[in-house]
């Protein structure tokens, strides 16, 4: 596909989750936005308490970890909105890889993450310097509110409307309808 045949303000929401429950979020965002939805895949695993204390040792110390290749091109998109799990106040380490391997091809951005509790700011002063870019906008829930998040991401999709010349779709208390 050739740039000039690209749709205009098309968007693309890519997010990484271990637990599920970013991935619950970046589906309520990409309804709100009409967006494409893209998970990005770890080869690591990160299952049970070793996989739990693996993923904050690696974000620790920055680190970056081995993933698939997108299904979709970033390049196709006016905006990639980005979501990551934060991990010892830290970006979590596959969109650490994510943001790095596709540094140069991410236009215009936003962020979004799940915490348990700090490190929002640190982990998206990150991800801007990993992706060259800085946000539009940014949403952090914690945990435990994700049930309750609805008007935080009518916020964030208000917030990247204007950005981006789009029109936000309603967004409702919990999951959208078809997820």
């Not at 990551?84 to 830290?90: E, F, K, R």
Request: some cysteine.
């Amino acid at each position: 596909m050739h740039a000039c045949s690209r749709m205009p303000n098309r968007i693309l929401v890519v997010y990484y989750t271990r637990t599920g429950t970013t991935q619950q979020l970046a589906r309520w965002i990409a309804a709100a936005l009409d967006g494409d939805l893209e998970r990005i895949v770890d080869r690591t695993k990160r299952t049970g308490v070793l996989g739990y204390l693996r993923s904050g040792y690696e974000a620790g110390l920055q680190r970056m970890a081995p993933i698939d290749p997108p299904v979709r091109d970033p390049t196709q998109y006016d905006l990639v909105v980005v979501g990551t799990p934060i991990w010892n106040a830290s970006v979590s380490s596959p969109v650490r890889s994510y943001l790095e391997a596709h540094r140069n091809e991410l236009r215009k951005v936003a962020f979004f993450a799940t915490c348990g509790g700090r490190g929002d700011r640190r982990t998206f002063a990150q991800m801007s310097e990993l992706s060259g870019a800085a946000p539009i906008t940014t949403l952090t829930v914690r945990q435990g509110a994700i049930e309750d998040c609805a008007r935080d991401v009518e916020r964030f999709a208000r917030d990247i409307a204007r950005s981006v010349a789009v029109s936000p779709q309603p967004v409702v208390a919990g999951p959208p309808p078809g997820f």
